[in-house]
């Protein structure tokens, strides 16, 4: 069956010219997987008969999904142990994905959920935690994570934290974010974090927006460059002054001493350092309040493409019922699993890691950089605490581990059941590279979606088989469609916008101040007019004839540098520094790639009688890495005589993009009133971009010494 299956998959690749299978799942491990559990689960409760599990039958699955949302979802609850009130109604308005809303009618509590395998296994680790340079790790077990967010329940309360309010967090990548997100939700209070990485102007920006009651900032964090150089401290008391001049909302303080036992707060109002505020409170048994399921949960941002970061509000059940569709049906995590995943507090996949304790796994963090002290650094990590789903960037399997040579012969990854990624596109070389170096046979998993929607619209699968250069396939329950620009859907094999057809449960619940709803009926389901609207993500992406996907990247002006999302606005917000007055008269940043297809980010600069010297170069990016953070740096600052600007004067970012990687451009988008000079400017940019594909790969870990 399996040879027939891998030619027939084989035959399908030769049609979309792309390389050979990777891997193909047995039927033990299928039928004794959560999926193929679900699978049985629902042909029982239904009479449905999806065939044996494979690639067919996930197919014929998907379809019962989107075509049967309501009952989808109610099975989904029940099979995945979603502990609440159910009530009768599964999702009202069912054909709007704009005025949907999931279980209206429905009581559930996020820490209930987040803490249950607490009742059973108490004494087993919930969270294991690394930071780079450090010495030792912290292991929470279930019982101490219960413990300290008992703590921190009493200490927000005592602070003024109730229903509804905006709690902002500033802090490393460890244990103490999680324990915040879930004893801020106990307390009927909004979470909000960012991570220490990004600079000041980008956190206020944010902040601003949301009005926070409260900020739990760290008073800073160590930054590990690499091997053999020491740590350097990177003080964030300044900018926890800065937050409170800037954001007026904020009425108490709390520092967490992370660097220093004992940080100076005599420059802060209103503060009081978190060992002093915790110590006054005990351990008691938490008790779980059901609140309404679609209660905001957390604000999460966007990275500001078009101006001030989009501040998505995303309610409580929506995120617990579309994170277990995604951890249990779509990546198979089970109970008592070890779950890793690489990201900061400030991007989406540390509340989707989060969501790993929901299931009853033990979840694995790492703060700092990925390659310190070794390339392989997150591999050790692994190996060390026998994990067994592994999630990174593939920034850093390509230009970390790939091109540092790291082999894993000597790491024990005899528990890894599967290598999951995201950020950015991962090349067919890539894919070779993990078969060949870190485990054969190995099941490789991309994932895709967005803070959007704080979940995935494609994903991995144990039914399908591991194609280099594919996603396996739509999420369980999207409604997933290609279009073109006029609304008619793409055939196989074509690239274009991809869109959602139907409501799927974590849809933000809205943006924070947008009374109206109109920003963001604009920014998702107004580029297509139709009726009834559909959702446009930004991604360009590709059905293939064997059902998986491929991603080409984004359809939108966004950039993608390492797998980071950078908004242009924030780095033009960085240019209006006083330094640059008089010195910058324009600028526009645009994506470019590599001599090995990476993404990375080029700002171009228009200057006033200057010179671009290395002195002029090396202030840009140390102001943009101060306002913005390190991770938004561009790896090129060049000097140009003009920008490419649309005919009503706008800068002309996709254009750019365009042309900096060889694809035409159409005269409309750029041209204006001289159509012959935008046509050579045009030819110019494409020169550039020649130039730069001609570069050496850049590395991932480059991001973090450049500014050495």
Known sequence: MFTILARLLARMQAEDGLSGVLQVPRKKEMRGSRLGRFQAFVQERTGQDFGAPGPEAYRALHRWSVKNLEEFHRLVWDFCGILGDRGQIAIKNPDSILEAVFFPDSKISFAENMLARAQTHPDDPAIVSRTAGATGDRVLSWSELCGRVSVWEQALESIGVGEGDRVATYLPHGPEAYVLLIAVAQRGGVFSSVGTEMGAQATATRFKQIRP????????????????????????????????????????????????????????????????????????????????????????????????????????????????????????????????????????????????????ATIMIYD????????????????????????????????????????????????????????????????????????????????????????????????????????????????????????????????????????????????????????FRGEYFEYFDCDPPVWRHGDAVKFMSSGQLVIEGRSDTTLNQGGVRIGTQQLYDALMHPDFEGVIEDALAASFKDAQGGDHTALFVVLQDRVLDEDLKKRIKGVISDSVGRLSTPHEVLAVAYILKTPNGKKAEKPTAQALCGKTVKAGETYGEDPDSGALKVELFKQIGEQLRQKPAYGFADTHKKLA
């Not at 660097?259 to 409170?281: G, H, K, M, W, Y």
């Not at 850093?396 to 082999?407: E, L, N, T």
């Not at 059941?417 to 991962?426: A, F, N």
């Not at 279009?483 to 943006?511: C, I, N, Q």
């Open 368 to 519: 700092g950089n990925p390659a310190y002290p070794e390339a392989d650094a997150q591999l050790q990590f692994a190996a060390e605490y026998d994990c067994t789903h592994l999630g990174t960037a593939a920034a850093i399997i390509q230009d970390v581990w790939a091109k540092s040579g790291v082999r894993a012969e000597r790491l024990d990854l005899l528990a890894l059941r599967s290598l999951m990624y995201t950020g950015s596109v991962l090349s067919d070389e890539g894919f070779a590279y993990i078969e060949k170096a870190i485990k054969p046979g190995l099941s490789v998993n991309g994932i895709c979606g967005g803070t959007d929607f704080v979940g995935c619209y494609a994903a991995g699968n144990v039914f399908t088989p591991t194609l280099a250069g594919h996603l396996k396939g739509p999420v369980l329950g999207m409604d997933i469609e290609i279009w073109d620009d006029e609304g008619t859907v793409m055939p196989v094999g074509k690239v274009g916008e991809l869109v959602v057809k139907s409501p799927f449960a974590s849809r933000p619940l809205y943006f924070w101040d947008d009374e109206d709803g109109s920003r």
């Open 213 to 360: 009651k409260v900020l739990i900032a760290a008073d800073g964090y160590m930054h590990m460059k690499q091997a053999g150089q020491p740590g350097k401290a990177e003080d964030r008391m300044g900018l926890i002054a800065e937050l409170q001049k800037n954001v007026v909302s904020i009425e108490r303080t709390v520092v967490v001493e992370n660097l220093s036992d004992e940080p100076d707060i005599s420059n802060l109002r209103d503060v009081i350092l978190a060992d002093d505020l915790l110590q006054q409170f005990s351990v008691k048994p938490l008790e779980f309040v059901r609140r309404d399921f679609n209660q905001p949960l957390a604000i999460l941002f966007s990275s500001g493409s078009t101006g001030k970061p989009k501040c998505f509000v995303h309610g409580v059940g929506g995120t617990l019922l579309k994170h277990a569709i995604e951890h249990q049906l779509q990546a198979d995590v089970r109970p008592g699993d070890r779950v890793f995943f690489h990201s900061t507090t400030s991007w989406m996949m540390f509340n989707w890691l989060a969501s790993g304790l929901a299931q009853g």
